[in-house]
């Protein structure tokens, strides 16, 4: 019997966003994307017969931005009911932690010590932190440039009194920083799905049921350990 979702590829070629902003769900090693992103892509690919080829980004934002451009045929990024307006979302297969770096004896000692008064919070653009940010934030300035590792980069530079990120890209960053520590409190939990272009998508019944065998099967629990 056909797979339903063999109609993702038919040209034979299944491409995939990948973000490589995230690097807890995303490594690039000698050019090649690997981790939990790429393997599922890769399965899927397998399943339907197709052969995956990465679309690389380097920020949801930006992947989030080409939903209708016919850019690619599949993706990863973290659920948000504003994004659903313009992509469909399989159930999640990982949630992560955001958090923020601060710099050591300045102001922002804690994640609630960010939202005051006077305080800039700076997170990258179309983050799902970011947004999760604009619609919570109460008293701080909220402060929004380029990809994660911009936004990181511009926080080093002297930018902001906190930066917001996923707790593995801040620790991966700033882990050699003497200047620098990761919070150890939560600003957000993000839940990571597949996605496909356009809201409702009639394929998202079927890469749902994809994803649920790659959970139940350990398939995903395997490849993020």
């Known amino acids: ?34 981790g939990i992103c790429p393997a ?15 679309v690389i980004y380097d920020g949801a934002g930006k992947v989030f931005a080409d939903a209708a451009g016919d850019v690619w045929d599949l993706a990863f990024l ?17 949630v992560i932690e955001a958090t923020y770096a601060v710099r050591k004896g300045g102001p922002v000692q ?3 010590d960010a939202d005051r008064e006077g305080r800039t919070v700076l997170t990258s653009i179309g983050s799902a932190y970011d947004m999760y940010l604009a619609a919570n934030l109460k008293h701080a300035v909220h402060d929004r440039t380029g990809t994660p590792t911009e936004s990181f980069a511009a926080f080093r530079d002297g ?14 960053f700033f882990g050699d920083d003497p200047d620098v520590e990761i919070l150890p409190g939560v600003v957000t939990k993000v839940e ?6 356009g809201a409702n998508n009639p394929m998202i019944a079927a890469l749902d049921a994809f994803m649920a065998k790659a959970i139940a099967d350990g398939f995903v629990a395997a490849k993020l350990a």
């Open 1 to 34: 019997m056909t797979n339903p979702l063999g109609a993702l590829a038919p040209t034979g070629v299944l491409r995939v966003a990948i973000n490589t902003g995230n690097s807890a769900l995303v490594q690039m090693v000698d050019g090649v994307p690997q």
């Open 40 to 54: 599922l892509a890769r399965r899927l690919a397998q399943k339907i017969g197709a052969r995956m080829e990465p």
């Open 78 to 94: 973290a659920i948000d009911a504003t994004r659903a307006k313009a992509i469909s979302f399989t159930r999640p297969y990982h």
């Open 110 to 112: 804690s994640v609630e």
């Open 159 to 172: 930018r902001g009194d906190a930066v917001a990120g996923v707790r593995a890209s801040l620790d991966r």
């Open 192 to 197: 990571q799905a597949m996605v496909l272009p």
